[in-house]
């Protein structure tokens, strides 16, 4: 990995990520507004593996916010003529406000949208998919997934779309903790993740693509980091490595 490429996209560890967001919640931008543009990105991301036009998608999230990143764009995707199912690994009740509001504003815009905490009841309908999205688990990972999440994880097949990073694998490392997917196409947000960069992540990450949220510089600032010079004005970028 050359310096030149980190400045150009980024090379954030899990804990950056994190203090990033918060950053720009004490800046005044909520994680529903992140979320918004993180989805969109997503969305655009799937559009275009479907060449542009309308095709069915199974949406498997978690309930955190790459969770709630695949519900934002599971609502788009239905918005654009897209036949979009969705599952929510996890109790109904234990969903927070921010993820309850994402899957009643998902239903509402047409995805048919479960909650369970049966993985198997989460990838019904994968077969079906031209593209199945795994917003399971994000940048947050620290230990290998929970037996529902790695039965989940071994369960998705198909085309898969990971956002943020393949679900399983370290965002740190580059390396699977356990179960982990193995994507055809992975949508990373705001600035590639440290671990991405390791050559052994590419047999899970498939083609890699970065794309701009809209993260404000003063948040990249105050976390003493640098923005990425290759992602703004809303780009979304496929690297070629």
Do not use: Y
Request: aromatic residues 2%; positive net charge.
């Amino acid at each position: 990995m050359s310096s030149s490429l980190q400045r150009r996209f980024g090379s954030l560890t899990p804990e950056e990520a994190s203090r990033l967001d918060t950053a720009a919640v004490e800046l005044g931008v909520d994680i529903a507004q992140l979320m918004e543009i993180a989805g969109f990105q997503v969305a655009r991301c799937a559009w275009r593996m479907l060449g542009r036009r309308p095709g069915s998608l199974h949406v498997v999230a978690g309930r955190g916010h790459n969770g709630g990143d695949g519900l934002v764009a599971a609502r788009h995707l239905a918005g654009w003529g897209c036949r979009v199912t969705a599952a929510v690994l996890g109790e109904p009740h234990a969903l927070d406000p921010l993820m309850s509001r994402q899957a009643a504003a998902a239903a509402g815009a047409g995805v048919r949208l479960h909650v369970s905490p049966s993985a198997i009841r989460t990838v019904r309908g994968v077969d079906s998919a031209d593209i199945v999205v795994d917003a399971l688990l994000g940048t947050g990972l620290h230990d290998p997934p929970r037996p529902a999440q790695a039965e989940a994880i071994g369960a998705l097949r198909g085309t898969i779309l990971s956002i943020d990073v393949p679900s399983g694998l370290d965002a740190a490392t580059g390396t699977a903790r356990g179960a982990a997917i193995r994507a055809h196409t992975t949508c990373t947000l705001a600035a590639m993740k440290r671990g991405l960069w390791n050559p052994a992540a590419r047999a899970h990450t498939g083609e890699m693509v970065v794309a701009d949220i809209g993260m404000p510089e003063q948040a990249w600032l105050r976390c003493g980091l640098t923005a990425p010079t290759s992602l703004r004005g809303g780009r979304m970028v496929t690297l070629r490595r």
